[in-house]
């Protein structure tokens, strides 16, 4: 059974794992695969998100297994902007719209009434189903702050 677990400092090994890997990251801002560095920056910064109480991150796991990472953070526009990245090991399965059944309910207590959002690459036709699946609706589509077309997703 999958279940979210908190992140924490010791998390950063399973983080790389996924942030190093280029077929994920290549769904994520520009698509360009990140360094080391650029993966340690973004981890520190997600923690720091929760410190300061304004984000929330996840590591996704069936038992040992590392299923993903899964997170909100309060964006600029002041919305909950909602990520998820799975392991390729567990694409295709589910697994994305389970982990929003889960994220969601958790979002919605720490940061009520404010809107859950996502951002989808309008190429990425598994992402958009997930999201819709998820009870997330097309919002229209523009051009994020990367440079690339998105598709931007809410909540019901």
Known sequence: M?????????????????????RI????????????ETAVARFRRGLASCGRGDGLWFLARDGDDLVGVVLGELDHLAEIEIGIWLAPDHWGQGHGRALLGLLLPVVRLRFPGV???AYANVDHAASAAMLRAAGFVDDGTLTGRYG???TRFVAR
Request: proline share 10%.
């Open 115 to 117: 809107v859950p959002t």
């Open 25 to 36: 990251t290549a769904r994520i801002g520009d698509g360009t695969p990140w360094s080391r």
């Open 2 to 22: 999958i279940a979210l677990d908190p992140c924490t400092a010791e998390d950063l090994d399973d983080f790389l794992v996924l942030a190093l890997d280029p």
């Open 148 to 150: 690339t077309e998105v």
